[in-house]
C-alpha cells in the first residue's frame, strides 16, 4: 500500500471515528488491550529480534533499554490503553456559549483533529501509547517507527488491528508505515491533505529533521536538555537526592536532567555531596572551570562549549557554577529546549522568580524533572511533551489532540 493509500484509508477511518461515540470507543480500548496480552508471545519474539540486530549494530545499552519489551512492559502497555479508556472522552465538551443580540445561539465544542501522523524512535511502546490516544480523542493515526523497532511495532499494531476489528471499528483508524527508508518519512511529512498534524517523538535530530522539511503542521516535541538549578538557600541533600533522581532514574528520556547549575555560594558544600552521590551511580562528570576546581579531587572531564546544549540521553552531566539566580536562568533560556526546568531552595522569593523566569513547559520546585510526564500529571498516557507555544505545551494528552468547532443555532436569522 503507497502512502497517499494509507491516507485516504487514514481519512476515512477518521470520519467513522468522530461520529463513534465514547462507549464504542472505549470497548476497542479493551479489545486491543486483551489483544496485546493475548498476542504477548509473538510481540516479544518480534522484539527479541529487534533487540539482537540492535546489540549486532552496537546501538548503546540505554537506546537498547527504551527497545526492549518484556512481559510486564506488555502488561504496562495493555493497562495504558485500559487507563485511556477510563478517561473522560473530551469529544463534544462544550468549551464556551454565547446567545447573541439577535438571537443565534453559538456554542464552542471540542472535535477530532482527523488523521495524526507520528514519527518516532526506538520505542514500542508509543505504538500502543499513540494509537490509544487517537483513538479515544477520535482520531485515526499513520506510525512511522524507526527501523530499530520495526518488528516489534509490526506485532504491536497487528495486536491492536486485532482488537480494532473486534470491536467492530475500522483497522485503518491505526496504520504502521512498514517501510523505514528515510525518503518514506520525508513523503510523509509532504502528505499534505491526509494528514492533519504531524507529531515528532524522538532525539533532537529527529525533532529538527521534521520541522524543517515538513509541509504539513507540526507540534514540536520534546528534545530536552533539562536543569536542575540549587539556590544558595537549597537543602543540599535534597538537591542531591533530586540530582540523581533526575539524572539516573532512566538517563534516555527527554525529562532527565543534563546539567546541574550550583551558585557560587553553596557550591564548596554541595558539590562533593551530589558528586560523590552521582559517581557512586556511575555518572560522568563533565564541569567548569569552577566547578573542576571544587572537584578537583574527583574523577572528572573538563567541560566543554558543546556540553551545554547536549543532551546526552546518557549517564553524563555537565556542571557548571553560576553567579546568581539571574545567571542560572540566562543559561537555561540560551541553551535549554524548552521542556522541564527545576530549582531547589528553600527561598518562595527565588522559587517565583526562577518558575516565572525559566522558559519552559514545566518548571519545578524542588521537585525531580523525571515527573514531566502524562501519566504523572493525571492525563493517562501521553503523545509526547511538546516544546513549542502554540495551542499544545507540556505534555500531550487526550485534549491536546482536538481542535474545536462552533455550532451557530438559529430561528431563521439572515445577515443584513
Given amino acids: 500500500m503507497t502512502l497517499q493509500q494509507m491516507g485516504e484509508a487514514a481519512v476515512t477511518a477518521s470520519r467513522q471515528l468522530a461520529v463513534t461515540g465514547t462507549a464504542a470507543k472505549n470497548t476497542a480500548l479493551e479489545a486491543m488491550a486483551l489483544a496485546l496480552e ?31 519489551l518484556t512481559p510486564a512492559r506488555i502488561g504496562g502497555m495493555a493497562d495504558g490503553l485500559r487507563e485511556v479508556a477510563a478517561l473522560p472522552d ?5 468549551l464556551e456559549g454565547s446567545t447573541r443580540p439577535n438571537g443565534l445561539r453559538i456554542q464552542k465544542i471540542r472535535v477530532p483533529m482527523g488523521v495524526i501522523g507520528i514519527i518516532y524512535e526506538a520505542r514500542p511502546n508509543v505504538t500502543a501509547d499513540a494509537a490509544a490516544l487517537c483513538l479515544k480523542s477520535g482520531n485515526a493515526c499513520i506510525l512511522r517507527g524507526g527501523k530499530e523497532a520495526i518488528r516489534s511495532n509490526m506485532a504491536v499494531t497487528a495486536a491492536l488491528a486485532a482488537g480494532l476489528a473486534a ?35 524522538g532525539g533532537a535530530g529527529l525533532i529538527r529533521s521534521v520541522v524543517e522539511n515538513a509541509t504539513v503542521p507540526v507540534i514540536e516535541t520534546g528534545s530536552g536538555v533539562c536543569h536542575i ?30 546539567t546541574l547549575l550550583v551558585h557560587h555560594g553553596i557550591a564548596p558544600s ?17 564541569c567548569c ?24 540521553g546518557d549517564y553524563i552531566i555537565s556542571i557548571k557554577v553560576v553567579d546568581s539566580l539571574d545567571s542560572a536562568v540566562a543559561h537555561i533560556n540560551k541553551y535549554g529546549t524548552g521542556h522541564s526546568e527545576c530549582i531547589v531552595t528553600e527561598s518562595k522569593r527565588a522559587a517565583d522568580k526562577f518558575m516565572a523566569a525559566a522558559d519552559a513547559a514545566a518548571v519545578y520546585c524542588n521537585a525531580s524533572t523525571r515527573y514531566t510526564d ?43
Wanted: aromatic letters at 4%; one cysteine or more.
Fill in 229 to 258: 538549578y540549587v539556590d544558595n538557600s537549597a537543602d543540599i541533600g535534597m538537591a542531591a537526592d533530586i540530582t540523581v533522581n533526575a539524572k539516573c532514574s532512566r538517563p534516555s528520556v527527554c525529562n532527565a536532567a543534563e
Fill in 38 to 68: 493475548e498476542q504477548q508471545d509473538a510481540i516479544l519474539a518480534a522484539n527479541a529480534e529487534d533487540i539482537a540486530a540492535a546489540v549486532a549494530a552496537g546501538i548503546k545499552a540505554s537506546l537498547i533499554d527504551r527497545l526492549r
Fill in 374 to 416: 502524562g501519566g504523572e500529571f493525571g492525563m493517562g498516557a501521553e503523545i509526547g511533551i511538546s516544546t513549542q507555544k502554540m495551542h499544545a505545551r507540556g505534555p500531550m494528552g487526550l485534549r491536546e489532540l482536538t481542535s474545536v468547532k462552533y455550532l451557530i443555532h438559529g430561528d431563521g436569522q439572515i445577515r443584513v
Fill in 90 to 94: 473530551p469529544i463534544g465538551e462544550i
Fill in 167 to 201: 470491536a467492530g471499528l475500522p483497522e485503518a483508524s491505526v496504520q504502521l508505515i512498514e517501510d523505514t527508508d528515510r525518503e518514506t518519512a520525508r513523503e510523509m511529512m509532504g502528505l499534505n491533505g491526509y494528514i492533519n498534524v504531524l507529531i515528532p517523538r
Fill in 270 to 286: 554541595a558539590l562533593p555531596l551530589i558528586a560523590k552521590k552521582l559517581i557512586e551511580s556511575k555518572v560522568e562528570l563533565r
Fill in 289 to 312: 572551570e569552577r566547578a573542576a576546581a571544587i572537584l578537583k579531587d574527583y574523577p572528572i572531564v573538563p567541560a566543554a562549549e558543546e556540553d551545554w546544549a547536549t543532551e546526552y
